[in-house]
């Protein structure tokens, strides 16, 4: 046929209709295609560009079609051709749906198809139709544009897939698909694609292709049986059993999907039930098998898990006695599934051995011979019998235990050097040889039994035995004493000056200073005063400060080896001054003079105490060779006092001063001319002025020094020059 006569055939666009959706199985015969879309079909042409026809009823042969159905009806088959798309370039991407269904594995879709045949010189257009397939539910998404295929985007079928000339059947043929791959039951649709590129009325390809009784068969699920046993286990050892299965579509999975399996055992998806028990008793569960097609079958099962025996104990360990070893160990990882009802625990020499069955850890196995070494294991028993025994414990040698005996000592008193002699000595159980030791260097060594001290403390000493081949070292004994401090002595001698004149703020030296008998702590002798409001002490000084008995006290601080010594105490008596010291001293202006030369004197006095010396009378006669009319004195200085009143006179000095404290003093001047003496004989005989300082008559102080009471001036007198030397100068005085 050629497409001349096919663009003259009846073209018949569908148009949706409305119906009741079929069962799952369906057949399609395509009586009359506007029933399509009522049930469940879907038509779209997608073709670039999209051309004058898309799905049309069949043209039977009497109507001027190619070709008659391929039953029923004559016209009863579904067609499209080179209209569906224009030009000679297009492509023709024209899709016709079925009904959603959910497809499985297994199921059956059949159609046929064919296309006219080419008369004898006729040229083939070829064509190609394609059965594609959505999982995606009842979705209709075949894209946009000539390409695009949306969500149909698995192929089933393709009838001419390369577009060759005679590659399409001229006769009706039947196409069979039997899905496979589908991971489980999938809702989706299948659909025929009339796909042919370089198409068109003027194109190299697509001519007229019919479609006729479409059969879908859903696959009919037979009858999947579980097969394989199912054997008793035991607890903790590895078990296998493979089922089988009559049935499936493909592999099948196997699922445990009522009861359970042993703990510790799993079935996998291929029906091997592994693994190792860990639980004991049976076990009942329900096995299912199904396949890719969501058919399934199921059986029941159940698993005896009998107990094991329990595994090894670890970390076997021994610890030797008198006679006897205490054996630990830490209890199996894996007890077979039993309770360990005992623990056998064996101890051998190589030749020898013994055991002890206990519950539990520890067990004490007795009966061996000390001072050989052994080895010891241990073996867990339960129900189902005793295991098998742990790695053995490292040798050990039972030895005869021992003890000492170690009487309290006598507490002693520290000295430089000493020693003294252990006792009681210590004694062992054994009868061996006990050694001896100190755990307080610091206080205390030994050599032998002799103890030598080192210093004031807690002395500790150690009694030890180190044993022998029978014996084990027996526990130090220890005993302590006390090493006390020693005393020290203090010796402080009355004061040479026992009464002291009281002077506030004077000061005396400690005389003599205390003393420590040997030995002694070294400490410095430090001094204090005990009466502070008479007197104080800095280092060896004693200062004054009320009248009173001041009592010194001498002190000696201890050590770690020597106790603070016992205060000692020496006292002096601050009392109120009886004596005033009093003293004077006189000096002449210049040693020579001249009648009528005027002389004066320098005149100084004190009181040097301890007293405060009242009403002290100061005398000065004038000399005879002294004009007394021409003599004048004057205070010229006063230290801790002042001038008397008055401080001026004429005459004799002679006058009173009302107080002249303990260090205290005064100076004075007086002056005046000479005179001829008396007899002219005497004119130039030198003359003495004599001042004086004194108490008042019945003063109650004394002065204890009388002789600087009185103090004497001389003055030379010099003839009168009355001649000149030849060189003019006068005679120098004498």
């Given at each position: 046929?050629?497409?001349?006569?096919?663009?003259?055939?009846?073209i018949l666009?569908?148009?949706?209709?409305?119906?009741?959706?079929?069962?799952?199985?369906?057949?399609?015969?395509?009586?009359?295609?506007?029933?399509l879309?009522?049930?469940?079909?879907?038509?779209?042409?997608?073709?670039?560009?999209?051309?004058?026809?898309?799905?049309?009823?069949?043209?039977?042969?009497?109507?001027?079609?190619?070709?008659?159905?391929?039953?029923g009806?004559?016209?009863?088959?579904?067609?499209?051709?080179?209209?569906?798309?224009?030009?000679?370039?297009?492509?023709?991407s024209t899709?016709?749906?079925?009904?959603?269904?959910?497809?499985?594995?297994?199921?059956?879709?059949q159609?046929?198809?064919?296309?006219?045949?080419?008369?004898?010189?006729?040229?083939?257009?070829?064509?190609?139709?394609?059965?594609?397939?959505?999982?995606?539910?009842?979705?209709?998404?075949?894209?946009?544009?000539?390409?695009?295929?949306?969500?149909?985007?698995?192929?089933?079928?393709?009838?001419?897939?390369?577009?060759?000339?005679?590659?399409?059947?001229?006769?009706?043929?039947?196409?069979?698909?039997?899905?496979?791959?589908?991971?489980?039951?999938t809702?989706?649709?299948?659909?025929?694609?009339?796909?042919?590129?370089?198409a068109?009325?003027?194109?190299?390809?697509?001519?007229?292709?019919?479609?006729?009784?479409?059969?879908y068969?859903?696959?009919?699920?037979?009858?999947l049986?579980?097969?394989g046993?199912?054997?008793?286990?035991?607890?903790?050892?590895?078990?296998?059993a493979?089922?089988?299965?009559?049935?499936?579509?493909?592999?099948?999975?196997?699922?445990?999907?009522?009861?359970?399996?042993?703990?510790?055992?799993?079935?996998?998806?291929?029906?091997?039930?592994?693994?190792?028990?860990?639980a004991?008793g049976?076990?009942?569960?329900?096995?299912?098998?199904?396949?890719a097609?969501?058919?399934s079958?199921?059986?029941?099962?159940?698993?005896?898990?009998?107990?094991?025996?329990?595994?090894?104990?670890?970390?076997?360990?021994a610890?030797?006695?008198?006679?006897?070893?205490?054996?630990?160990?830490?209890?199996?990882?894996?007890?077979?599934?039993?309770?360990i009802?005992?623990?056998?625990?064996?101890?051998?020499?190589?030749?020898?051995?013994?055991?002890?069955?206990?519950?539990?850890?520890?067990?004490?196995?007795?009966?061996?011979t000390?001072?050989?070494?052994?080895?010891?294991?241990?073996?867990a028993?339960?129900?189902?019998?005793?295991?098998?025994?742990?790695?053995?414990?490292?040798?050990?040698?039972?030895?005869?235990?021992q003890?000492?005996?170690?009487?309290?000592?006598?507490?002693?008193?520290?000295?430089?050097?000493?020693?003294?002699?252990?006792?009681?000595l210590?004694?062992?159980?054994?009868g061996?040889?006990?050694?001896?030791?100190?755990?307080?260097?610091?206080?205390?060594?030994?050599?032998?039994?002799?103890?030598?001290?080192?210093?004031?403390?807690?002395?500790?000493?150690?009694?030890?035995?180190?044993?022998?081949?029978?014996?084990?070292?027996?526990?130090?004994?220890?005993?302590?004493?006390?090493?006390?401090?020693?005393?020290?002595?203090?010796?402080?001698?009355?004061?040479?000056?026992?009464t002291?004149?009281?002077?506030?703020?004077?000061?005396?030296?400690?005389?003599?200073?205390?003393?420590?008998?040997?030995?002694?702590?070294?400490?410095?002798?430090?001094?204090?005063?005990?009466?502070?409001?008479?007197c104080?002490?800095?280092?060896?000084?004693?200062?004054?400060?009320?009248?009173?008995v001041?009592?010194?006290?001498?002190?000696?601080?201890g050590?770690?080896?020597?106790?603070?010594?016992?205060q000692?105490?020496?006292?002096v008596?601050?009392v109120?001054?009886?004596?005033?010291?009093?003293?004077?001293?006189?000096?002449?202006?210049?040693?020579?003079?001249?009648?009528?030369?005027?002389?004066?004197?320098s005149?100084?006095?004190?009181?040097?105490?301890?007293?405060?010396?009242?009403n002290?009378?100061?005398?000065?006669?004038?000399?005879?060779?002294?004009?007394p009319?021409?003599?004048?004195?004057?205070?010229m200085?006063?230290?801790?006092?002042?001038?008397?009143?008055?401080?001026?006179?004429?005459?004799?000095?002679?006058?009173?001063?009302?107080?002249?404290?303990?260090?205290?003093?005064?100076q004075?001047?007086?002056?005046g001319?000479?005179?001829?003496?008396?007899?002219?004989?005497?004119?130039?005989?030198?003359f003495?002025?004599?001042?004086?300082?004194?108490?008042?008559?019945g003063?109650?102080?004394?002065?204890?020094?009388?002789?600087?009471?009185t103090?004497?001036?001389?003055?030379?007198?010099?003839?009168?020059?009355?001649?000149?030397?030849?060189?003019?100068f006068?005679?120098?005085?004498?």
């Open positions: 046929m050629s497409k001349t006569w096919s663009r003259f055939a009846a666009l569908c148009a949706g209709l409305t119906g009741p959706v079929g069962a799952q199985p369906f057949t399609e015969n395509f009586d009359d295609i506007t029933t879309p009522g049930n469940g079909w879907f038509l779209q042409n997608n073709s670039a560009p999209v051309g004058a026809t898309s799905w049309f009823q069949g043209t039977s042969v009497a109507g001027g079609g190619p070709f008659d159905s391929y039953n009806a004559a016209n009863a088959y579904i067609g499209a051709n080179f209209n569906n798309t224009t030009g000679g370039t297009g492509i023709i899709w016709l749906g079925t009904p959603n269904r959910t497809f499985r594995n297994g199921d059956v879709f159609f046929y198809t064919r296309k006219p045949a080419t008369p004898a010189g006729g040229t083939d257009y070829p064509d190609r139709l394609q059965l594609r397939l959505s999982t995606n539910g009842a979705s209709t998404n075949v894209g946009t544009g000539g390409t695009a295929v949306g969500d149909f985007t698995t192929l089933l079928l393709e009838v001419n897939p390369t577009l060759v000339a005679g590659g399409y059947p001229y006769s009706w043929t039947q196409y069979t698909v039997t899905i496979s791959g589908l991971p489980a039951p809702s989706g649709r299948i659909a025929f694609r009339y796909f042919v590129t370089g068109g009325p003027t194109g190299t390809n697509s001519d007229y292709i019919g479609i006729d009784n479409t059969v068969t859903p696959y009919v699920c037979p009858t049986t579980v097969t046993s199912t054997p008793n286990g035991t607890w903790g050892q590895a078990y296998s493979p089922l089988g299965q009559t049935g499936a579509l493909g592999a099948p999975n196997f699922a445990i999907v009522g009861g359970a399996l042993p703990p510790g055992l799993t079935l996998s998806v291929g029906g091997l039930i592994s693994g190792s028990p860990n004991t049976t076990f009942n569960f329900t096995v299912a098998v199904n396949d097609s969501g058919c079958g199921t059986a029941p099962y159940s698993i005896t898990v009998v107990p094991g025996l329990p595994g090894a104990p670890t970390d076997v360990n610890t030797p006695g008198d006679a006897q070893i205490s054996v630990n160990w830490t209890t199996p990882a894996l007890d077979g599934g039993d309770p009802s005992s623990y056998t625990a064996t101890c051998t020499d190589g030749a020898d051995s013994h055991s002890q069955t206990v519950p539990a850890a520890p067990a004490v196995v007795t009966g061996l000390n001072g050989n070494a052994y080895t010891c294991s241990v073996t028993t339960n129900v189902a019998g005793t295991g098998a025994a742990s790695a053995a414990s490292a040798a050990v040698t039972p030895m005869g235990e003890t000492i005996t170690f009487g309290a000592q006598a507490d002693r008193v520290y000295s430089p050097g000493g020693t003294f002699p252990i006792a009681p210590a004694s062992a159980s054994s061996l040889a006990v050694t001896y030791g100190s755990a307080t260097a610091g206080v205390c060594t030994v050599s032998g039994s002799t103890v030598s001290i080192v210093s004031a403390g807690t002395c500790t000493l150690t009694a030890d035995q180190a044993g022998n081949g029978a014996w084990n070292p027996a526990p130090q004994a220890t005993q302590s004493l006390t090493i006390a401090q020693a005393a020290q002595t203090l010796t402080f001698p009355t004061q040479t000056v026992t002291r004149w009281f002077k506030a703020g004077s000061s005396f030296a400690i005389a003599p200073l205390a003393s420590s008998a040997e030995p002694n702590s070294g400490a410095p002798i430090v001094y204090s005063s005990l009466s502070g409001g008479v104080s002490v800095s280092g060896t000084t004693v200062t004054m400060i009320a009248e009173g001041c009592t010194i006290a001498a002190d000696q601080a050590n770690g080896n020597y106790s603070a010594a016992a000692v105490t020496v006292q008596t601050l109120t001054p009886t004596e005033a010291d009093l003293w004077i001293e006189k000096s002449a202006w210049k040693a020579t003079a001249i009648i009528g030369d005027t002389v004066g004197y005149i100084d006095l004190g009181n040097l105490g301890p007293a405060h010396a009242a002290v009378r100061l005398l000065d006669l004038v000399p005879a060779r002294i004009d009319a021409s003599v004048v004195w004057q205070c200085a006063a230290v801790g006092t002042s001038c008397p009143t008055p401080a001026t006179g004429t005459g004799n000095l002679d006058l009173v001063i009302p107080l002249l404290p303990r260090e205290a003093s005064l004075f001047e007086l002056y001319v000479v005179i001829p003496a008396a007899d002219p004989a005497n004119d130039f005989t030198p003495d002025n004599t001042a004086s300082v004194s108490l008042p008559s003063s109650a102080l004394s002065d204890p020094v009388p002789g600087n009471n103090a004497t001036a001389t003055i030379s007198v010099l003839a009168q020059p009355d001649a000149l030397f030849t060189d003019g006068d005679l120098p005085q004498r």
